[in-house]
């Protein structure tokens, strides 16, 4: 399925698992059901305009496939802000106090930390890119940021990340994540006094260890095996960790 023409179209072959193929054959000749485009070629197949399609057909191949509206969104969303892996990983496995327990986030502010995080990321790499061309060209750099401030909410209508509107605010986290790195952008709503704090630093050698295949480490190891390291070996320049 994809857009053509700011429509919705799904393949001629994803329709064919729910119609049968002379009906939908039948359905395309007698102007029922529209296609977008003739396909052909090397992983190019018919579009059928999904707007046409009975919604009998609808119904089952949403029950199969999902709704192609929401499908297509996601992914518009997805390949305007590449998921930082490694946020994803931070915020699943933070953990913080809570009425005298560690607990995770809950799943609905991870991928809230996560897209932003990402978004931060983005940003960041699009400042640095633009402020290197005016320095180039010669140019001064003194608004660049507001191109990223637009951006950001360009990329707010698109994604729904929650990073600050106030471009202040913004220039303020950008440069608290760039020190700080993940842990800059947890609400201090998210635990208390005693939440553990971590630098940039120690929060990539953590995720290193956490994505580590061989062994795979449970969180109380992750702790155990970094504070051997702040001990014995590469860690040896932080300061150990309390689980």
């Given amino acids: 399925m994809d ?6 179209g799904v393949g001629y072959n994803e329709l064919t698992s729910i119609v049968k193929r002379n009906t939908l054959d039948s359905l395309l000749k007698r102007g029922r059901v529209h296609r977008l485009n003739r396909g052909g070629g090397l992983n190019n197949q018919a579009l059928i305009d999904y707007s046409t399609v009975p919604a009998v057909y609808r119904d089952a191949f ?8 929401e499908i297509l969104a996601q992914r518009k969303k997805e390949e305007a802000v590449p998921i930082d892996s490694n946020a994803n990983v931070f915020y699943s496995e ?9 607990v995770s986030l809950s799943e609905s502010l991870q991928k809230e930390y996560t897209l932003n995080a990402s978004v931060i990321k983005l940003l960041e790499t699009t400042f640095q890119k633009r402020k ?4 180039a060209l010669g140019g001064t750099t003194k608004h660049v940021f507001e191109t990223i401030a637009a951006e950001c909410e360009d990329l707010r209508d698109l994604c729904g990340h929650t990073l600050p509107v ?3 605010r913004l220039r303020e986290k950008m440069n608290a994540f760039r020190n700080e790195g993940f842990i800059a952008l947890l609400s201090g709503k998210v635990g208390n006094s005693n939440t553990l704090k971590i630098s940039k630093e120690v929060g990539d050698y953590i995720i290193a ?3 580590s295949r061989v062994p795979v480490y449970t969180d109380a190891q992750l702790f155990e095996v970094f504070n051997l390291e702040v001990l014995f070996g590469a860690g040896s320049r932080y300061r150990a960790l309390e689980a």
């Avoid at 949403?62 to 509206?69: A, L, M």
């Avoid at 933070?94 to 560690?102: D, L, T």
């Fill in 94 to 102: 933070y953990r913080y106090e809570k009425a005298g327990e560690r």
């Fill in 132 to 135: 290197a061309m005016r320095k």
């Fill in 3 to 8: 857009y053509y023409n700011d429509k919705i």
């Fill in 209 to 211: 260890l956490k994505r």
């Fill in 62 to 69: 949403e029950k199969q496939f999902g709704n192609p509206q």
């Fill in 166 to 168: 106030n471009p202040v």
